[in-house]
């Protein structure tokens, strides 16, 4: 399928405490977990950017890299890095760690942000920022957030128009929501090398 005019944002600057290694550069299928989130988004994305933090890391790639122009502030600066240097006007957002990102999905969300700043998924009182279509719009909202000390990724929602995408409307492209699942611990990660050894 053809690539969209858009831009897709790999976020990379985490510190992977609880792994206690670069989770990015884990190798699955013997590809830097990096490597295969990006070239999934690449799939989708005409432009894709990686958001490695205060340091450009990950640089021999092949993807531009941006660093955070506020650094110690987290993903929140991240999403505001790629969002500066998207070259189109909607990006999709993602983690670094998420091996199963589905591109119909992907897709589907690009639909979802028509008329809207952000599109994400809400489960509950619980929202995916991580794995979302975000606008440029969303920029000027974004500093103002980090300049007020408000770090969290939703700080900006109430100054922008947020799709809020249920797990209904998901489930009909992934129906397991497997698209979400990340790698935070070392059961996480053994899980996901056996799941995508399997595929």
């Known amino acids: 399928m053809r690539r969209l005019p858009i831009t897709g944002i790999v976020l990379a600057g985490g510190q992977s405490r609880r792994l206690g290694q670069d989770k990015a550069l884990l190798e699955l299928g013997g590809r830097p977990l990096i490597a295969v989130v990006s070239e999934r988004l690449a799939e989708v994305c005409r432009e894709v950017l990686i958001a490695s933090g205060s340091a450009p890391r ?3 790639l092949g993807f531009p890299v941006v660093t955070d122009r506020f650094p ?14 998207a070259a189109y006007e909607v990006a999709l957002v993602v983690a670094c760690d998420m091996p199963f990102l589905q591109p119909p999905l992907l897709r ?11 599109a994400l998924l809400r489960q509950g009182e619980r929202v995916e920022p991580l794995h979302a279509a975000y606008r440029r719009t969303c920029l000027g909202p974004v500093e103002q957030a980090i ?8 700080a900006f ?3 922008v128009r947020v799709r809020y995408v249920s797990p209904e409307e998901v489930r009909r492209i992934d129906p397991d929501l ?21 595929m």
């Open 108 to 118: 589907a969300f690009v639909g979802w942000i028509e008329g809207f700043d952000v």
């Open 178 to 198: 497997r698209s979400f699942r990340n790698v935070n611990t070392l059961e996480e990660w053994r899980a996901a090398q056996a799941e995508h050894a399997g």
């Open 58 to 60: 990950y640089t021999d």
């Open 72 to 85: 110690g502030v987290g993903a929140l600066a991240g999403i505001h890095a790629g969002l500066e240097a």
């Open 157 to 159: 929602f109430d100054q």
């Open 147 to 154: 300049r007020a000390g408000r770090r969290r990724i939703v």
